[in-house]
């Protein structure tokens, strides 16, 4: 995500700065700062700060989020620790995107879409496809499957705004994806009405199941290098139905006539970001 850090930085958002070893916040503290996103430096996450036990669970470099787990716990799960001097970080609430919305418009919709471009262009090599379908409750717990329920809830006011979004009906068993339509690769996918499931397919056609979408999912932005094709496929279930098509004009629209929605649909990429990777790219034991 070093382009969305670029571009953050080209706008001169001023973020929080901190010293190396300094606590970003503790493991039980309370606070609503928000998503992070480390704007330079790095941030190192603990479980534990006692110097017998002090493991790093994982390091978030420059031009990456961190702290996802802020959007479903007030209390913070792990110590957040900075590793050098001068690093500084944003955090995404909503109250910075409105302002920053208030400010321009068309930088946050630039930066909404550099979120979708930031999940593609991925090295097949170390994307794997689940032992099972994913299931969000298993992965993450309930709390975090409602408050995505929440989230995609909210994303659904999109409908108030199909005249200007393109959408499309999607046939009983059809393929979403479009294999000859070039500027597919530039769409990112909302459910709208209906179900969809996405199958991972390997050399020998065998399809597996991996998710099944409810309505207002995000979906297909997940391709490999090169942007020649998607990771997943993707199938109407159970009758057909309706998605919205989204595409960076289309998000800087949404972000001037309707904020909260704009922010949501952040927030909903920011989780997909959590989830994909939690189950679909391997980590270094695999």
């Given at each position: 995500?070093?382009?969305?850090?670029?571009?953050?930085?080209?706008k001169d958002i001023q973020g929080y700065h901190?010293?190396?070893n300094e606590l970003i916040y503790s493991k039980g503290e309370k606070g609503k700062?928000?998503?992070?996103?480390?704007?330079?430096?790095?941030?190192?996450?603990?479980?534990?700060?006692?110097?017998?036990e002090k493991n790093p669970i994982i390091v978030y470099p420059s031009g990456n989020f961190f702290g996802?787990?802020?959007?479903?716990?007030?209390?913070?799960l792990e110590y957040a620790v900075v590793?050098?001097?001068?690093?500084?970080?944003?955090?995404?609430?909503?109250?910075?995107?409105q302002d920053w919305l208030k400010s321009s418009p068309v930088?946050?919709?630039?930066?909404?879409?550099?979120?979708?471009?930031?999940?593609?262009?991925?090295?097949?090599?170390?994307?794997k496809s689940p032992e099972k379908?994913?299931?969000?409750?298993?992965?993450?717990?309930?709390?975090?499957?409602?408050?995505?329920?929440?989230?995609?809830?909210?994303?659904?006011?999109?409908?108030?705004?199909?005249?200007?979004?393109?959408?499309?009906?999607?046939l009983n068993k059809e393929n979403v994806f479009l294999p000859d339509d070039e500027k597919d690769s530039h769409f990112v996918?909302?459910?709208?009405?209906?179900?969809?499931?996405?199958?991972?397919?390997?050399?020998?056609?065998?399809?597996?199941?991996?998710?099944?979408?409810?309505?207002g999912a995000l979906f297909g932005f997940l391709r490999i290098k090169n942007m020649s094709r998607h990771f997943l496929t993707a199938k109407a279930i159970n009758g057909s139905a309706k998605i919205a098509i989204l595409d960076s004009d289309i998000l800087i629209r949404l972000s001037r006539v309707d904020f909260t929605l704009a922010y949501n649909i952040l927030l909903n990429l920011i989780l997909t970001v959590l989830l994909i990777q939690k189950s679909l790219i391997k980590n270094e034991s695999t």
């Open positions: 995500m070093i382009q969305i850090a670029d571009f953050l930085r080209e901190y010293n190396k700062l928000g998503v992070g996103f480390v704007l330079k430096g790095s941030v190192t996450f603990y479980a534990n700060m006692d110097s017998e996802y787990h802020t959007l479903i716990f007030e209390t913070r590793e050098e001097d001068d690093t500084i970080v944003i955090f995404l609430s909503l109250k910075d995107f930088e946050i919709g630039k930066l909404l879409n550099l979120l979708i471009l930031s999940l593609r262009n991925l090295d097949e090599s170390i994307l379908p994913l299931d969000i409750s298993e992965l993450f717990g309930e709390e975090v499957d409602k408050t995505l329920t929440k989230i995609r809830k909210e994303n659904l006011k999109i409908t108030e705004h199909l005249n200007t979004v393109r959408s499309r009906t999607v996918y909302l459910l709208i009405e209906g179900e969809i499931e996405q199958y991972r397919i390997d050399d020998n056609q065998f399809m597996t199941e991996v998710i099944h979408l409810r309505p």
